[in-house]
């Protein structure tokens, strides 16, 4: 083998080692590229971990705000209508702030949906025990409260249930 023959070997081996690098740079800018649009479309399973996270909490949310569950959980022992009043208020708007760093997970309209369960129950407690004397026993306002949610399609809780189910399930 003569000096020319080992120099054209010697270029096409660089040339090889060139191309393999070449190769390598663009499968890698190809990967990067490819997890940049599955990041901007929202296709990264983390993030649909947390969207999917966010309508669980309020999914709960929207159970623990029902006001049959509501009356349920929250003690009426010794306490007048004004302040049960009060306190299925607190309970609503505590749960509801808990709750407000989930909007960024969800569509403008569903978040709207669970301000409006936390504003009409807030605003149906007050309706009830405005209609009752204001020292009554807190037990008269569970009753009506509990009367009120058993007329038909009487609590929006339902709705926003199963509104979060169907968005939860485009995820999916």
Do not use: C
């Not at 023959?5 to 190809?30: R, Y």
């Not at 159970?63 to 309970?91: C, F, I, M, W, Y």
């Amino acid at each position: 083998m003569n000096l020319s023959e080992q120099a054209v070997q010697n270029i096409l081996f660089g040339a090889l080692f060139l191309f393999f690098i070449a190769i390598a740079w663009l499968l890698a800018e190809f990967k990067g590229m490819k997890d940049e649009i599955k990041e901007r479309l929202g296709i990264n399973n983390e993030t649909i971990k947390l969207k999917l996270q966010a309508y669980e909490r309020l999914t709960l949310f929207a159970e623990r705000a029902s006001l049959k569950n509501l009356v349920s959980r929250t003690p009426t022992n010794g306490l007048n209508v004004v302040d049960l009043q009060l306190a299925l208020q607190h309970e609503i708007k505590s749960e509801y702030e808990y709750n407000v760093s989930q909007q960024i997970y969800m569509s403008g309209d569903m978040w709207k949906a669970i301000t409006n369960l936390k504003d009409q129950n807030i605003y149906i407690i007050n309706q009830l025990a405005a209609a009752l004397p204001s020292q009554a026993n807190g037990i008269e306002l569970s009753k009506r409260l509990l009367e009120y949610t058993a007329t038909s399609n009487a609590e929006l809780s339902t709705i926003v249930l199963d509104a979060l189910r169907f968005e939860a399930k485009k995820i999916l």
